[in-house]
């Protein structure tokens, strides 16, 4: 899609440009507003969410953590969610993902820093963390937009972010449809703390960015490189979450 190109996938189209405080089309319905997301959409899709397992963020209707996580607990303590990966969030990501518009990173970020803000109990993060991209994953999209979302994210709770602590070093095929055993073999020896990283997530509580959570797989490989090198804890921050199969 060229600059300044319609997307093709009934979205609102929006300009690349904008100058802050001018009202500009809603990322969601096409209104114009002042914000990035109207007051309704920020309502009706973000705002108003059902209780979540405070773990996995997979729904649970009494918010406590659900049987799954009882029963096999993942290496994070803690997942916050913005909304499940359904419309409007699905296309909205693959719009900044696939699209060529990692300027959406602004209104992802934002959302999902909110998020964090309502999240009862949440023990507070020192250190912000993207889910990281292979090499050649990097080269083809040229951007991370885990990086995009952490940064910013980073920037609205006043916590330190970092690009380079966590590296994938291959890249893997994806998490659905495998089953636990094949998920973990798909990511065994892929996340790694170089040793100049390793001193920033000592004793660190970590906030580990995504755009969207599929099986937790990733997350999971990701949260124990980051134990393996000393961080205190890892929380793991997303704007969406795929359900649960047959939700």
Not at 72 to 77: G, L, M, R
Not at 150 to 164: E, N, Q
Not at 215 to 238: C, F, H, S
Request: charged share 20%; aromatic share 6%.
């Amino acid at each position: 899609m060229q600059h300044g190109d319609a997307p093709t996938d009934g979205m609102p189209w929006r300009p690349r440009w904008r100058w802050r405080g001018l009202p500009r089309p809603c990322a969601l319905c096409g209104q114009w507003d002042r914000a990035d997301l109207c007051a309704g959409c920020q309502q009706r899709f973000a705002d108003d969410q059902p209780a979540r397992c405070p773990q996995c963020a997979l729904p649970a209707a009494s918010g406590q953590r659900c049987g799954a996580c009882v029963g096999t607990p993942p290496p994070f303590h803690h997942t916050v969610a913005v909304a499940d990966y359904r419309f409007p969030w699905d296309r909205l990501i693959a719009r900044f993902k696939f699209q060529q518009q990692p300027e959406l990173a602004t209104l992802l970020a934002g959302v999902l820093a909110a998020a964090v803000q309502r999240q009862p109990g949440l023990p507070a993060a020192s250190l912000v963390l993207p889910v990281p991209l292979s090499p050649a994953r990097l080269a083809e999209r040229g951007y991370n937009q885990a990086w995009e979302l952490a940064r910013r994210v980073a920037a609205h709770r006043r916590l330190h972010a970092h690009a380079d602590c966590l590296l994938r070093l291959r890249d893997t095929p994806h998490q659905v449809g495998l089953d636990r055993r094949a998920r973990a073999a798909n990511l065994r020896d892929a996340m790694w703390v170089p040793p100049e990283g390793q001193h920033r997530v000592a004793g660190q509580q970590i906030a580990l960015v995504d755009d969207v959570m599929t099986t937790g797989g990733t997350a999971a490989a990701a949260t124990g490189a980051l134990l393996a090198a000393g961080a205190a804890g890892v929380q793991v921050w997303v704007v969406a979450r795929t359900p649960a199969p047959g939700d």
